[in-house]
């Protein structure tokens, strides 16, 4: 079995309080400890990626962010999905060209940008051309950003969705669904649905969100925050 078939067959067939968590590599070291503590597959962050790089969100180049993920699948054997955030205004072609010589079986792709929703038909189309260009070869997560662009209507996450998932999207991915919305998106969504997980224990496990409707749980660049703040506590620590 290929590694995007495999990857594809870990979103089949979930149990509701048995989500696929995939932890956000940002860089080669935190990939290998991700995967060597038993994950089965992994989803790079592009904050996470980009503040390891020195940039901000959404300002890391193409070439450096394709590069980033290029070196973090060569160093797992598990399969690696990349955050490639509005696909760097890439044509479809070139875009899964580019993504499939890094070795991702995966990719994000977010329907707003600088804050503003795309046109949902047009980005659809978009997709269909992506999906077109990369045949079965990659599993496709649309990010829809209504909810983190003020949109609070979960009927139009849920038109969205259809249009994504019509255009061939595997995934799709209500960044910022508020939590008491996730059964309403799950009974309206076909195909499995990403959600945003936690990692300061704030919020519902990976196990309440799968019960919720939650077919995978991804974290963004949580995880590389999260050390970030544990390397500042240990910097900190060496001057005493």
């Avoid at 969100?57 to 054997?77: L, N, Y």
């Amino acid at each position: 079995m290929s590694k995007v078939d495999a990857f594809r067959a870990l979103h089949r067939r979930r149990s509701p309080g048995d989500p696929l968590v995939l932890p956000g590599p940002w860089d080669a070291a935190s990939a290998r400890a991700f995967a060597d503590a038993g994950f089965p597959a992994l989803a790079t962050p592009s904050a996470g990626v980009a503040a390891s790089l020195g940039y901000e969100d959404g300002q890391t180049p193409a070439d450096e962010m394709f590069a980033a993920v290029a070196r973090i699948v060569r160093s797992v054997d598990v399969p690696v999905s990349a955050d490639i955030e509005g696909g760097y205004g890439l044509a479809p072609k070139e875009l899964v060209e580019r993504l499939l010589e890094t070795g991702a079986v995966g990719c994000n792709l977010e329907d707003s940008a600088h804050g503003t929703l795309k046109d949902p038909r047009k980005h659809a189309d978009w997709l269909a051309e992506v999906r077109s260009a990369a045949a079965d070869q990659l599993f496709i997560n649309a990010r829809i950003d209504t909810f983190d662009c003020g949109v609070t209507d979960p009927e139009q996450t849920i038109r969205r969705a259809a249009l994504y998932v019509a255009a061939g999207a595997d995934c799709v991915y209500p960044i910022g669904a508020p939590v008491d919305v996730l059964p309403l998106l799950r009974s309206g969504i076909q195909g499995p649905v990403n959600v945003h997980g936690t990692v300061t224990g704030d919020g519902p496990s990976p196990t309440e969100l799968g019960e919720l409707g939650a077919t995978r749980i991804t974290f963004g660049p949580g995880l590389q925050r999260r050390a970030a703040e544990a390397l500042r506590e240990i910097a900190a620590g060496l001057t005493k």
